[in-house]
């Protein structure tokens, strides 16, 4: 079993949509968690970045932990064909250790 | 400000043959990390760099891969020889400290690696 479990998709949704993305993870010890912007053919970005459990808000984009039951998930609002991405969620014990990434999903906005 | 850098972009060689990809780090940045993504998975450490020190290069296959981190800045991998499975894209990211206060590592474009 991998340390952090995302579903690849693909994910489609219209335009305006809301679109929830999701990964469980393993390892007890981690306490932080991040998620990661893609584009095709580029490197990933830090999109949100978050200690221990609860809600993180950046503009259209929410990021929540919960470590009782091991779930990360992201939520975006209002999506817009430029969030078309993968987003990679990513997990680590702190700075000494490696960061562990999920497969990614890979989601489209239609307009 | 420029971001890392990673050269060549793309890469296609035939088995056997050894390839080596060079990155440049955000200046300032004393962590620098390379890994290796495959087609449809998230990327994977290879070896982190503190300085020119190799902190962990745990998940590096020591048979074919090396690297080198030339006066704690530049860094070069190298694959020798290649095998058909080395084909991924192998990024190169960097970060203050090892990202403790944001986690933020800064990744470069990658560099395509294609071994027929």
């Known amino acids: 079993q991998k340390e952090v479990e995302q579903d690849p998709g693909p994910l489609s949704v219209p335009e305006g949509a809301i679109v929830s993305l999701n990964c469980t993870y393993s390892?007890?010890?981690?306490?932080?968690f991040m998620w990661y912007r893609q584009y095709s053919r580029k490197g990933p970005e830090l999109l949100m970045y978050?200690?221990?459990?609860g809600n993180k808000e950046d503009g259209r984009f929410t990021a929540q932990v919960d470590k009782s039951s091991k779930y990360i998930s992201l939520f975006i609002r209002d999506s817009q064909p430029s969030d078309s991405a993968t987003y990679l969620c990513?997990?680590?014990?702190?700075?000494?250790?490696?960061?562990?990434f999920g497969k990614g999903t890979l989601l489209t906005v239609n307009p | 400000e420029a971001g890392v850098v990673q050269s060549p972009r793309y890469k296609i060689i035939e088995k056997k043959q050894p390839v080596a990809f060079w990155c440049n780090p955000i200046?300032?940045?004393?962590?620098l990390y390379w890994y290796r993504q495959n087609l449809g998975q998230g990327p994977e450490l290879l070896i982190r760099?503190?300085?020119?020190?190799?902190?962990?290069d745990s998940q590096l296959p020591k048979d074919r891969f090396s690297a080198e981190r030339l006066k704690g800045v530049d860094s070069t991998l190298k694959i020798q020889p290649a095998e058909l499975g080395d084909s991924a894209v192998y990024l190169c990211a960097s970060s203050l400290d090892g990202g403790v206060n944001t986690g933020e590592l800064f990744f470069g474009e990658g560099s395509r690696l294609t071994v027929l």
């Open positions: 978050t200690y221990s459990s």
């Open positions: 390892n007890s010890a981690f306490q932080y």
């Open positions: 200046s300032g940045h004393n962590t």
């Open positions: 990513a997990s680590t014990r702190g700075s000494n250790y490696k960061l562990t």
């Open positions: 760099y503190e300085n020119e020190e190799a902190v962990d």
